[in-house]
């Protein structure tokens, strides 16, 4: 048995089978097999080059009939390696003396040979650095494709993974991939929010999970406490049964609350709205005893099929949100492409800090065809029910500026076109980045209402990248910088009287409600999951009480200090909400 910490990004226990998911574009970790498998490595070896070899050979045909037979050359060279006994004898001899995967047999080999090759004096065989590199990928190409499809056929199991992109949690179906773990990732990754929202229990930046955990390899994924445990034995199965039922009476006890109004002991309402991702999931904001959506995020469309969506896709999309919105409030945010989501996958020359590069609504600016198409498709909908429109990642003026324009323009092309639209639509923007957080009375001159992003707000804040495992424990929404930016969003946003909510992850954590309320925020909108949690904190809180909690913590003098104070707070008023959650969040 072995056990992994990690961090916990989406709640939930499952014990089930280890299903290893490897992606060429990474480094292949090493990852062992049971003996008796040992002959099915040597045979997915001998078919990967197999293959590879068929592959290389269709294209020095095609080549050779465009290009003629110089250029075809090229491939003779690739096939000749790949036939060369003295590469793949080595990787056989591998597969059999350390007992690992073809894929780290591959990989491994090909390592081996371009350090030999950077070596030789000969600038010739430098020359050769890229092939090699090409056609390591082609053939662990062959062997992980051959993988990935099993994740569609097999019955359940969990993935294991050194890292999944966005687009790739997106495509997970609930009925084969019952959890899912990962060497890389942090709380507020996009990845994480997918889990959330597809109720995938997952615990992510666990280290090397992938050297330790086998095919079929019985494992355990504690989603609430950020535990993975590999092999269990029957005490720590045992363990885990009780840790189920205690947090299937929990969600009873809670599920009581959602039917209740959210109010505070001393009576001021507090609104609760969900996180959502795609439109199905408004129906679970309603049962969680949510009000409506403060956050559509819009992505999704692109990330499942990695096609642009069309503007029927999106009107589909929003046209089905307002219908299971049913009237209460429905924000949907612009696209907010890039960074850790699709762009940079697709990208020939992947942006160098994509955190920091063209991502959201300065993306959208420089792709105007398929801004306006969202935009179109979002007006068409805000026909039929109550919507608002939210830019994300704003930063200057002048892309809100810009973002209101191309709105109105739209509008004129609709008009034209004889198609109805919401004439009063509101527009709003996310305060995601500090320079909007300081220049929010600015900004508030120019929207109807600002949402906080506290996952990129703390990530811009404090510089710690929030998908990054190794700065995890720098990542702290609680760190008083970034409790004055919010604390000064909402005075602003009093001051000019427009809405304000928070729609960052933290705004679901219970012990981070407290403070929100406490600065002056009476809007949350988080994963739908966590509703009913946030109810019973709000009801049995007082507003003085909360308001207590943040001056203290806001004059604290490090994230360290505010969050043992947060968490001892936390511990007096809601107990029940705390305890029993020891893992990192
Ligand atoms: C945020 O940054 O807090 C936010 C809600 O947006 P996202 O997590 O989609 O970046
Ligand atoms: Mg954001």
């Not at 003629?68 to 036939?83: N, P, R, T, V, Y």
């Not at 350090?115 to 090699?132: E, G, L, N, W, Y």
């Not at 390899?217 to 049964?241: F, K």
């Not at 360290?560 to 104070?565: G, P, S």
């Amino acid at each position: 048995m072995q056990t992994f910490k990690g961090i916990a990004v989406s709640p939930g226990i499952v014990v089930g089978r280890v299903f290893v998911l490897d992606d060429q574009r990474r480094r292949i970790p090493k990852r062992l097999v049971k003996a008796e498998q040992v002959a099915v490595e040597h045979d997915r070896l001998w078919k990967s080059l197999g293959e590879s070899i068929a592959e290389l050979n269709g294209l020095r045909e095609s080549t050779r009939r465009q290009l003629g037979d110089e250029a075809a050359k090229i491939f003779q060279f690739h096939i000749g390696m790949l036939s060369d006994a003295s590469l793949t004898h080595p990787m056989h001899e591998r597969i059999d003396r350390e007992k690992i995967t073809a894929e780290y047999a591959v990989y491994t080999g090909f390592e081996d040979l371009l350090r030999k090759f950077s070596k030789m004096a000969d600038p010739s065989f430098q020359t050769k650095v890229d092939d090699i590199r090409d056609l390591s990928a082609r053939v662990i190409k062959h062997l992980i494709g051959e993988h990935k499809g099993r994740l569609d056929t097999m019955a359940s199991g969990v993935v294991v993974a050194r890292d999944l992109t966005p687009s790739q949690t997106a495509g997970f179906d609930r009925r084969h991939v019952q959890a899912f773990t990962t060497d890389l990732g942090g709380r507020t990754s996009h990845t994480a929010i997918f889990a959330r929202a597809l109720g995938i229990p997952a615990v992510v930046g666990v280290g090397n999970i992938t050297e330790f955990a086998i095919d079929d390899a019985p494992i355990i994924i504690d989603g609430d406490r950020g535990v993975v445990v590999v092999d269990p034995d029957q005490a720590t199965l045992d363990e885990y049964e009780g840790f189920s039922e205690a947090r299937q009476t929990l969600a009873i006890s809670l599920h009581e609350f959602t039917g209740l109004p959210s109010i505070t002991s001393d009576g001021t309402p507090i609104q609760l709205l969900g996180n959502i991702e795609i439109p199905e999931e408004i129906t679970q904001v309603i049962k969680a005893g949510g009000e409506g959506v403060g956050l559509y995020r819009t992505e999704f469309l692109y990330l499942v099929d990695n096609i642009e969506p069309s503007e029927a896709d999106h009107y589909e999309a929003y046209r089905r949100a307002v219908e299971l919105s049913a009237g209460r409030p429905l924000t949907i945010r612009t696209m907010d492409l890039g960074a850790d989501k699709a762009t940079q996958e697709r990208a020939e020359n992947p942006e160098r800090n994509p955190f920091l590069g063209l991502r959201s609504i300065r993306y959208c600016l420089q792709n105007l065809p398929m801004f306006k198409t969202q935009l179109r498709a979002i007006l068409r909908a805000s026909s039929l029910g109550p919507i608002k429109i939210m830019f994300p990642l704003v930063t200057n003026v002048s892309e809100l500026r810009q973002g209101k324009y191309l709105l109105n323009d739209v509008m004129e092309d609709l008009e034209d076109e004889g198609l109805a639209f919401d004439r009063k639509v509101e527009v709003g923007m996310m305060v995601e980045v500090p320079s909007a957080a300081i220049m929010a009375s600015t900004f508030a001159r120019e929207c109807a209402f600002f949402s906080i992003g506290t996952n990129d707000l703390v990530q811009y804040t404090l510089a710690v990248d929030r998908i990054n495992e190794r700065v995890a424990n720098m990542y702290n929404p609680a760190h008083p910088a970034v409790l004055k930016l919010v604390r000064d969003v909402v005075r602003a946003a009093r001051r000019y009287t427009i809405p304000v909510s928070c729609c960052g992850e933290s705004a679901g954590d219970p012990e981070y409600a407290l403070l929100l309320i406490g600065l002056g925020l009476r809007t949350l909108s988080a994963t739908p999951s966590s509703i009913p949690g946030l109810k019973r904190v709000v009801r049995k809180v007082t507003v003085q009480q909360c308001e207590r909690i943040a001056q203290k913590a806001i004059s604290l003098d490090s994230d360290v200090a505010a969050t043992a104070y947060l968490r001892d707070q936390a511990r007096k008023i809601i107990p029940e909400l705390v305890d029993g959650r020891s893992g990192e969040r």
